[in-house]
């Protein structure tokens, strides 16, 4: 079982950035992928990011070069640098931790983009 908690959410002006953490418990965070999506208003999650066991990355296309994602394994946390923000970015932002069949999910954090 793993748990995730996310932070670092909150209203930024267009063309700003955030930086969001998640934070995860238990001793095998590193065997863990982990992600960032997002859930837009009136929209499905879709993928933001992921970051593997060997810190392999993937972006979303409309996230590549704006949106960096890292993890730290001695934190157990994973962090999603946002940059150069637009307010299509606008959305709750959740955690996700993957191994094999098993899916973890974070609450979520909103992060508000004003034009």
């Known amino acids: 079982q793993v748990q995730l908690v996310e932070s670092g959410g909150g209203l930024v002006q267009t063309g700003g950035s955030l930086r969001l953490s998640c934070a995860g418990s238990g001793t095998l965070f590193s065997i863990y992928t982990m992600g960032w999506y997002r859930q837009a208003p009136g929209k499905q999650r879709g993928l933001v990011a992921l970051i593997t066991t060997t810190g392999s990355t993937n972006y979303a296309d409309s996230m590549k070069g704006r949106f960096t994602i890292s993890r730290d394994n001695n934190k157990n946390t994973v962090y999603l640098e946002m940059n150069s923000l637009k307010p299509e970015d606008t959305g709750v932002y959740y955690c996700?931790?993957?191994?094999?069949?098993?899916?973890?999910w974070g609450q979520g954090t909103q992060v508000t983009v004003s034009s």
């Open positions: 996700n931790a993957q191994l094999g069949t098993r899916l973890y």
